[in-house]
């Protein structure tokens, strides 16, 4: 760039500005302690249940699918903002203290928006689901994940989650006999 471009007016100094920087990668952020009535959270829990329906042929059936029980200190609901500048959330995840326990933890929605994924967004949200968690006093974590979703499947293998029995919801009734759901567990501490 020459130096007659910053003789230009400011105008056109902004778009230099922002031109040079288009392609420098900005932080994304995970903001926790959200509520299932956020509409944010809301519009996030929409798309994943249409990519369900796409995947399974039907939404899922877990009550706490909508999140009313992830409230702090029993639970939390995070979002990923892939960039501090716009007010857009690019991913969603949840937890909550498995009943019966007094330090298990169930990881609900993890979720990354289609147009956002590919760079590594749902291992940010994975490190913060964990970190909540912990916080909390939890010291396992476990989850429920369809067996179509493999890229969620390596995820949580290379973060060291391993097979574990079903849990809750999923271990009575007709759901106790799904053949599309991995049950995976990791010690936290």
């Given at each position: 760039m020459s130096i007659d471009a910053f003789k230009k007016p400011a105008r056109d100094l902004e778009d230099i500005a922002v031109?040079?920087?288009?392609?420098?990668?900005?932080?994304?952020?995970?903001?926790?302690?959200?509520?299932?009535?956020?509409?944010?959270?809301?519009?996030l829990l929409e798309l994943l249940q249409a990519e369900y329906v796409g995947l399974y042929g039907l939404t899922d059936p877990d009550p706490s699918a909508d999140l009313h029980t992830a409230v702090q200190p029993e639970g939390d609901i995070l979002l990923l903002f892939p960039n501090v500048l716009k007010a857009e959330a690019a991913g969603i995840v949840a937890w909550t203290r498995l009943e019966g326990t007094e330090d298990v933890a169930v990881m609900h929605r993890m979720?990354?928006?289609?147009?956002?994924?590919?760079?590594?967004?749902?291992?940010a949200l994975l490190a913060s689901v964990e970190s909540s968690a912990r916080r909390a006093g939890m010291r396992r974590m476990v989850l429920e994940t369809g067996t179509a979703q493999t890229v969620a499947i390596n995820l949580?293998?290379?973060?060291?989650?391993e097979d574990t029995e079903p849990f809750g919801f999923y271990a009575t009734g007709a759901a106790a006999d799904w053949t599309t759901s991995l049950f995976m567990g990791k010690d936290l501490v």
């Open positions: 031109d040079m920087l288009k392609d420098v990668p900005v932080p994304a952020f995970v903001v926790g302690g959200l509520t299932h009535d956020d509409p944010t959270v809301q519009h979720y990354v928006h289609f147009a956002h994924r590919g760079h590594d967004y749902s291992k949580y293998r290379g973060a060291r989650y």
